[in-house]
């Protein structure tokens, strides 16, 4: 309940989608894959540096899968900024990366691109070869910059993403 009350304590300072970016975060947090998916429109694209291009369900499905893997996962935002058309804020992530346990704390910036209330572009950025340090641990440091690690973890996440749709119908392509 806390939640909401800071939503509606905040209102007065935030304008619309500038809720909408708090109501999303404020879902992550929670866990709350749904809540997140409901921010978004149908058609919304999503990119970062592991998962590049994602359309609609795509997007969708990526999110259910990053929380309902994520057991230790905590989420903050701060610095939402938004007009009618386009916003920004950044967010931190610390939980520990399934492959190997280790702790990870990414930070991270958005961007976002609005359409009759809903994000239809969102697109975070962070430091890559940071993470990889973090989550990989030795070859991280060693190789995360290269690109041959890097396209290795992007095609490692599109597995897992890949395989978490073909377990859930709902995010197939019809």
């Known amino acids: 309940m806390p939640d909401?009350?800071?939503?509606?304590?905040?209102?007065?300072?935030?304008?619309?989608?500038?809720?909408?970016v708090n109501k999303f975060y404020t879902c992550f947090q929670k866990k709350d894959w749904k809540g997140m998916q409901g921010c978004y429109a149908d058609d919304v694209t999503f990119s970062d540096p592991v998962f590049q291009n994602l359309k609609g369900k795509n997007a969708l499905a990526m999110w259910h899968m990053l929380v309902s893997a994520g057991k230790d996962l905590t989420v903050s935002s701060n610095?939402?900024?938004a007009?009618?058309?386009?916003?920004?804020c950044d967010w931190e992530?610390?939980?520990?990366?399934s492959r190997t346990g280790r702790k990870v704390h990414n930070?991270?910036?958005?961007?976002f691109k609005?359409?009759?209330?809903?994000?239809?572009e969102h697109c975070d950025s962070f430091d890559l070869w940071r993470w990889s340090r973090?989550?990989?641990?030795?070859?991280?440091?060693?190789?995360g910059w290269s690109s041959i690690v890097r396209n290795k973890i992007r095609g490692t996440a599109n597995s897992s993403l890949h395989k978490f749709i073909n377990e859930h119908h709902e995010y197939r392509s019809e």
Do not use: R
């Open 4 to 20: 909401q009350t800071y939503l509606i304590l905040n209102s007065n300072f935030m304008n619309s989608n500038e809720l909408m």
């Open 79 to 81: 610095n939402i900024k």
């Open 83 to 88: 007009n009618d058309l386009s916003g920004s």
């Open 93 to 97: 992530a610390h939980y520990s990366f």
């Open 107 to 111: 930070i991270i910036h958005a961007e």
């Open 114 to 120: 609005f359409e009759h209330g809903k994000i239809v």
């Open 134 to 143: 973090m989550a990989l641990g030795t070859s991280g440091v060693l190789l």
